[in-house]
């Protein structure tokens, strides 16, 4: 926020219901007859700055859990939330940490599974994941994780991802797809395009627009984050018909923490 109380940073992002441009998703969910729970998180960021060409980060977790234990809760202890407001509304970033959460040591055990070797493709493009282990939470959590080897690794947008394992002894090989939204074009918040340097008015709705995708199911969804030069951030979440507004009560030093 500069001097004058103006919330001064937009970052636009659009995503989909099943796997996104900023999203994390089960893509695996099922319980077994010993009571655990196996339960997978996808990530995929794809960033593009004006003028630069894009860059996409993938990060796949593949937790086996207590079936009884709190999944949003293990979903955060392994480092994969994406928060997300309900549509037409708002949420400070990082609030969640102040509040009061249950002892994570009523998770019980948390297993990252090495599930061989991971692929995503699209067309022609492969990217293989590489494993890393993961750093031990006491004895809660440990195992391995799968993340994107290059930063300036790209996968298009639009497109189909089809994400692979080759199986290993803990998981069965299996595979699934999933639809990458485009990156949201044209955008405007208020009158300025976002490529110019844009400054929120204090507490004063405003319009964002955006060309909205004609092939848009209705669980697509587009999250506004409004950044201070604190770094405090709120994020507001629109269905993607290519308008939104961002409410003034979100554009608050209070709310921006």
Same mark, same amino acid.
């Given at each position: 926020?500069? +001097?004058? *109380?103006?919330?001064?940073?937009?970052?636009?992002?659009?995503?989909?219901?099943?796997?996104?441009?900023?999203?994390?998703?089960?893509?695996?969910?099922?319980?077994?007859?010993?009571?655990?729970?196996?339960?997978?998180? &996808?990530?995929?960021?794809?960033?593009?700055?004006? *003028?630069?060409?894009?860059?996409?980060?993938?990060?796949?977790?593949?937790?086996?859990?207590? $079936?009884?234990?709190?999944?949003?809760?293990?979903? =955060?202890?392994? !480092?994969?939330?994406?928060?997300?407001?309900?549509?037409? !509304?708002?949420?400070?970033?990082?609030?969640?940490?102040?509040?009061?959460? +249950?002892?994570? %040591?009523?998770?019980?055990?948390?297993?990252?599974?090495?599930?061989?070797?991971?692929?995503?493709?699209?067309?022609?493009?492969?990217?293989?994941?590489?494993?890393?282990?993961?750093?031990?939470? #006491?004895?809660?959590?440990? %195992?391995?994780?799968?993340?994107?080897?290059?930063?300036?690794?790209?996968? +298009?947008?639009?497109? =189909?991802?089809?994400?692979?394992?080759?199986?290993?002894?803990?998981?069965?090989?299996?595979?699934?797809?999933?639809?990458?939204?485009? $990156?949201?074009?044209?955008?405007?918040?208020?009158? /300025?395009?976002?490529?110019?340097? &844009?400054?929120?008015?204090? %507490?004063?709705?405003?319009?964002?627009?955006?060309?909205?995708?004609?092939?848009?199911? *209705?669980?697509?969804?587009?999250?506004?984050?409004?950044? $201070?030069?604190? !770094?405090?951030?709120?994020?507001?979440?629109?269905?993607?018909? !290519? =308008?939104? &507004?961002? +409410?003034?009560?979100?554009?608050? /030093?209070?709310?921006? #923490?």
């Amino acid at each position: 926020m500069r +001097p004058d *109380g103006a919330p001064e940073a937009i970052l636009l992002v659009v995503s989909s219901a099943f796997i996104a441009i900023g999203c994390s998703t089960p893509v695996v969910d099922a319980a077994d007859a010993n009571g655990t729970l196996t339960q997978a998180l &996808v990530l995929v960021e794809r960033s593009a700055a004006e *003028g630069s060409v894009p860059q996409t980060n993938v990060s796949a977790k593949f937790m086996r859990l207590p $079936a009884a234990a709190d999944a949003d809760l293990a979903e =955060r202890v392994v !480092g994969s939330p994406f928060d997300r407001p309900a549509v037409g !509304g708002c949420l400070t970033l990082g609030a969640a940490a102040d509040e009061p959460s +249950p002892s994570i %040591g009523s998770l019980g055990p948390i297993e990252l599974l090495d599930v061989g070797d991971v692929t995503v493709r699209t067309g022609e493009a492969a990217m293989p994941l590489a494993a890393r282990a993961f750093p031990d939470v #006491g004895d809660l959590v440990f %195992g391995v994780f799968y993340t994107s080897r290059d930063a300036a690794s790209e996968l +298009p947008a639009p497109a =189909r991802y089809s994400f692979e394992s080759s199986g290993s002894g803990l998981l069965e090989r299996f595979s699934f797809e999933a639809d990458a939204p485009p $990156a949201p074009e044209d955008v405007h918040i208020g009158e /300025a395009e976002l490529a110019d340097e &844009v400054v929120l008015e204090e %507490g004063v709705s405003t319009v964002v627009r955006w060309h909205a995708d004609e092939a848009a199911s *209705g669980d697509d969804r587009v999250y506004v984050d409004v950044v $201070a030069a604190s !770094g405090a951030a709120v994020r507001c979440a629109f269905r993607d018909t !290519g =308008r939104g &507004v961002l +409410p003034g009560s979100a554009l608050t /030093a209070q709310a921006l #923490g």
